[in-house]
């Protein structure tokens, strides 16, 4: 009796945290001045793209750290659009995922938003 | 046929549509916001962990091996499995626990994913991972309306509950076992 009273708390429990979850998911909209409002379409596809291994600023996660360094790594613009276009290692191909412009948006963000 | 097996069976058959749609209404809403939110890129929390991917995957881990307990709690509850011989009263109970643990498990992963990096349609592994969460929330809240519904054909829990275990899984190994395999940080660690 004692365990199914435990069992129904925490059913009530998950059902609030599932109520404040959805709450905080809308109401947390992104404020001003994160990476993803910055204006540009670089930006934004950086984002949803990217942030998730490079982090939100560039500052490195799963995948290298960009920002202040990615402009030194290919001084070539070329080269770090073709890595991006096809992958390389453990990063994902976005040729089919994202437009040649929007590679070339992201690619310039990266090279000077994040800090070249 | 008579009058009452007649409404009985339009009964079920609007708690079984209900069900559906609440279901696919959370699914659609999930995906729908993952879609249009701009994602912050943020990564909000990682409590002891070293970043809050290591969180998520193994927050995951943590979900999926709860669902796993629960499967197997609910094959005994059904007779599928035979041990121990005599069932304990509070098994039932116990398969209640471990969902609902594994559901809040997968609140804080789930939050970061939506909040932080919207619905993805790139790579297709992310597109699966991002269809298949979206699918994971409505079938769950299907799952429990059809656990309060009474009088549902004897099929639906199982197959409603095969379908939420299912997509865990299918999250599981498009996010954490992609960590602990492919994943550029390569071994899993904290």
Known sequence: MTFKRIVNGIEVVAVIAALVWAFMLVANEPGAGNVADAGSPGAAIFASNCAT???????????????????????DVADQIAVVTNGR????????GLSKEQIQQVVEYTRTALGS | MTAPAVGHRDSVTVKMLGVFLAGAAVSILLGVYGDTH??????PYNLFFTDTIQLKVWFATAAVALALLQVLLAMRLYGKLKWPRTAPSWLGDAHRLCGTLAFLITLPVAYQCLWALGFQSTPTRVLVHSIVGCLFY???VAKVLAVRFHGLPGWSLPVIGGVVFTALVVIFLTSSVWFFTDGPAGLPIF
Do not use: I, R, W, Y
């Open chain 2, 38 to 43: 701009t994602p912050t890129g943020e990564k």
């Open chain 1, 53 to 75: 291994c490079h982090g939100a600023d560039g500052e490195g996660s799963l995948g290298p750290q960009l920002a202040g360094k990615v402009a030194a790594k290919f001084p």
């Open chain 2, 138 to 140: 409505g079938a769950f």
């Open chain 1, 89 to 96: 290692n453990g990063m994902p191909s976005f040729e089919g």
